[in-house]
């Protein structure tokens, strides 16, 4: 029988991904909510899929999404209203008899008293749980598509670096295996009612990060350790909204601290595929920071 999965923010870094290895799925039909449908047009290529536009604001589009949906991969934007919009989404899907939400959360979500990040994801969570709904979170570190995001362009004109974290060692992880094990959960059993830490197979400090993109892209990339003041200072400058500059400086200063989280097996362990490691990731993306 047919199962239709919702996927929400079907076309960020980690909804993309899942959208496409649930589509080569049997007997799962895919349903890409997108904020904008133009946006989703690259989506329509791939089977099975089903585009729906879903604005929050508008309760009947989230109505139209949700309906007839058996589960729900609940992705929401990094912004400071995610957890008003989560909570909307977590009641339509109860109102519309979701029967499993599996939710993309962030490492440290169930850390006292923790940070911003963490808090907003663990509020989602504990609204999730109260709906009663049978759920799976995901909780993974830090993504190595960000350093293609946000790194590549002072990588490719000045061969530098910058990142506030001092020696503190982060267990990136590939999107793509994020999406793996967001797959193994929707269509797998014995997941509900289980939180996931994800993570790589290693942690780097941004020194080994550097020397990775070194050997990748063979030219010299140098390591910056840039001050919290001066990292502050940069992303005003940008015109950053506070709250973002806010919840990216307390995760770096965690990081600097040395509490970034341990690489661990989870993601081989869930789907017995080993996660794919820095140098895979950056051989693969190579040219961007060429």
């Known amino acids: 029988m047919q199962q239709t999965i919702l996927i929400t923010g079907a076309t960020g870094t980690v909804g993309r991904e899942v959208v496409k290895q649930l589509s080569m799925i049997d007997g799962v039909r895919v349903r890409a909510g997108v904020h904008s449908l133009i946006k989703g047009e690259n989506l329509r290529r791939l089977p099975d899929v089903e585009l729906v536009e879903m604005e929050f604001t508008d309760p009947e589009s989230l109505h139209a999404a949700f309906t007839h949906a058996d589960k729900v991969f609940l992705i929401t934007p990094f912004t400071d209203g995610q957890v008003e919009m989560a909570k909307k989404l977590v009641d339509e899907a109860k109102r519309t008899d979701v029967k499993h939400i599996v939710k993309l959360s962030a490492m440290g979500a169930d850390a006292e008293p923790g940070i911003q990040l963490g808090r907003w994801h663990r509020e989602i969570e504990d609204h999730i749980k ?5 759920y799976t979170f995901l909780r993974p570190s830090s993504f190595m598509q960000n350093l293609e995001d946000y790194n590549a362009q002072s990588v490719k004109q000045e061969g530098k670096l910058y990142m506030p974290i001092g020696d503190g060692k982060v267990p990136y992880i590939d999107a793509r295996d994020i999406a793996t094990v967001a797959v193994e959960v929707l269509t797998g059993n014995g997941h509900e009612g289980k939180a ?22 063979g030219k010299s990339v140098t390591y910056v350790d840039v001050p919290d003041d001066a990292a502050r200072q940069g992303m005003q400058q940008q015109q950053a909204p506070e709250w973002f500059i806010n919840a990216f400086m307390e995760l770096s ?5 040395g509490h970034g989280g341990q690489a661990n097996g989870t993601v081989e362990e869930l789907t017995g595929c080993k996660p794919h490691n820095i140098r895979q990731f950056l051989e693969q993306c190579k040219d961007s920071f060429k």
Not at 196 to 209: M, R
Not at 253 to 257: F, I, T, Y
């Open 196 to 217: 996931y830490d994800l993570t790589g197979p290693e942690a780097l400090n941004g020194t080994e990060l550097a020397e990775a993109l070194s050997d990748a892209t």
């Open 253 to 257: 200063s965690v990081q600097r601290a």
């Open 130 to 134: 109260q709906s009663g709904i049978p």
